[in-house]
């Protein structure tokens, strides 16, 4: 799909169809006599989620302008325009209109040009049966003089849309190695940035073995993928992202029930989320300093496979009894996570799909954030806000250190079902002594059953967007 900017009115562009916003209460459209007939009827008036499709509109140089209803214009809020923008690009392509022009709605063309390309992304690149049918956009305009917005939106809504294909492609296509091979080509194109690919001979060098554990399993490698973006200062302390790769989840020894596995390929999604905020962290040319660390592995079962009561050693020293394998994302960020710290970062943020007990707590509409700091946890929760990708707050106590006591070792891997996404956090808080660490647990939000607005059924990407608005926040 082509993306082109114009400072044209809206109604000069040449194109299959147009989209144009209409409210309950205010419209001033150049082409407004046209449609007031139509409108007195009734039938539209301008509600949030209507749409009229017009044809054929007097002043108009395009062949169908489809109005959408903002509601009342002192309601209209970003996430509006992102669902009105999914909604109305969503509406044409069905139509099988292949070039849209739209404008900024309510002004806004970041939230317009996100909600667009969100709302059109379709995971089919594995399909091989009538692809006639699936009717494709080949073109989109972007009408508006503000193209360091639209572009902004693009970019921010392009690295969600990689997060949710990584996320979604099945074990056997995005393997480690396919992963970490991926993120560098992704990135290759921008400046500042440096991406390399460590093995499992570096990790065994570094002593990570709670991440090496959790790979002993599977015949395919795993990888430690490193992602530098430089666009601060030289010497200004980064922020760090880190995010659970585990490219297919068994549950290794403690073997997960059949139904449902199949999602365990999004079981990385915290890798996905990570590799697409830094592509649109590179790609809007922000003036800060960015790591991203992806550790990316298999959890199998076989007979070489780490067993149930096994100790391991992290490589800050600590022992781990791996009392239940399927736990396996801590063990992998627990490395990481010391791993981080050697930037010496100003913050260092994990998200992870880490907990079934996070799903339970939160469901599907927040992501459940632990951090020891109050200013972080505000900053995120802003950027939560601004790109409604929403967090909420769980609590980080030191309570809950005394589930993961054991004899064997100097932690349990998992300390029981009470408070089981709690114990997580305080798990992998025993690996970062940073007071600006947070960890986001994205276990309900990374993939959805059903279709809303602009998130297709399947993997979310969840939260690119709020994770590149943090780093625009810290951005010089």
Not at 235 to 241: E, F, H, S, W, Y
Request: with cysteine; hydrophobic share 40%; charged share 25%.
């Amino acid at each position: 799909m082509e993306f082109k900017t114009s400072s044209d009115t809206i109604s000069s562009i040449s194109t299959d169809g147009i989209i144009v916003a209409y409210y309950e209460d205010s419209n001033s459209l150049s082409f407004d006599d046209a449609i007031k007939e139509i409108i007195s009827l009734g039938d539209f008036t301008g509600k949030f989620k209507q749409k009229l499709m017009l044809y054929n509109v007097s002043g108009v140089t395009s062949k169908r302008v489809l109005l959408v209803g903002l509601g009342k214009k002192e309601e209209v809020d970003h996430e509006k325009i992102r669902v009105m923008a999914s909604l109305g690009s969503r509406a044409l392509r069905d139509l099988g209109v292949k070039n849209i022009a739209i404008e900024a709605l309510n002004g806004d063309a970041m939230s317009t040009a996100e909600g667009v390309i969100l709302g059109l992304y379709r995971f089919d690149e594995l399909k091989t049966m009538d692809l006639d049918k699936l009717k494709t956009v080949d073109q989109i305009t972007f009408v508006g003089n503000d193209e360091k917005a639209w572009n902004k939106g693009i970019n921010v809504a392009t690295g969600e849309n990689h997060a949710r294909r990584l996320a979604e492609l099945p074990s056997n296509y995005a393997t480690p190695t396919y992963v970490a091979e991926h993120a560098a080509e992704l990135l290759k194109e921008f400046d500042n940035t440096k991406v390399e690919i460590h093995d499992e001979k570096w990790a065994r060098k570094r002593k990570m073995g709670s991440f090496l554990s959790v790979t002993e399993g599977t015949d395919r490698p795993a990888k430690f993928l490193e992602m530098r973006y430089n666009g601060g200062e030289e010497g200004d302390k980064p922020l760090v992202l880190v995010g659970k790769g585990i490219t297919f989840d068994t549950g290794g020894i403690s073997l997960k029930p059949s139904a449902g596995m199949g999602n365990m390929r999004g079981d990385m999604g915290g890798a996905a989320a990570v590799i697409g905020a830094m592509y649109a962290i590179a790609a809007n040319k922000l003036k800060v300093n960015v790591i991203g660390l992806t550790p990316l592995a298999e959890n199998m079962p076989s007979s070489k496979a780490t067993n149930p009561s096994d100790v391991v050693t992290a490589s800050n020293g600590k022992t781990i009894q791996v009392d239940n394998t399927d736990a396996e994302g801590r063990l992998i960020l627990a490395d990481a996570l010391v791993y981080a710290e050697e930037f010496k970062p100003h913050t260092v943020i994990d998200l992870a799909t880490l907990t079934g007990a996070m799903m339970v707590a939160l469901g599907n509409v927040y992501i459940g954030a632990f951090s020891r700091s109050d200013d972080l946890w505000k900053e995120i929760d802003n950027a939560g806000i601004n790109t409604n990708q929403k967090f909420w707050r769980m609590p980080l106590d030191k309570s809950y250190r005394k589930q993961l006591k054991t004899p064997l070792a100097d932690l349990n891997n998992v300390g029981g079902r009470a408070g089981g996404s709690c114990t997580a956090a305080i798990f992998l808080g025993e690996f970062i002594e940073l007071e600006r660490w947070a960890h986001l647990d994205i276990a309900g939000v990374a993939w959805t059953t059903s279709v809303e607005d602009y998130q297709p059924k399947g993997m979310t990407g969840k939260p690119v967007r709020a994770l590149a608005n943090l780093a625009e926040n810290y951005s010089k």
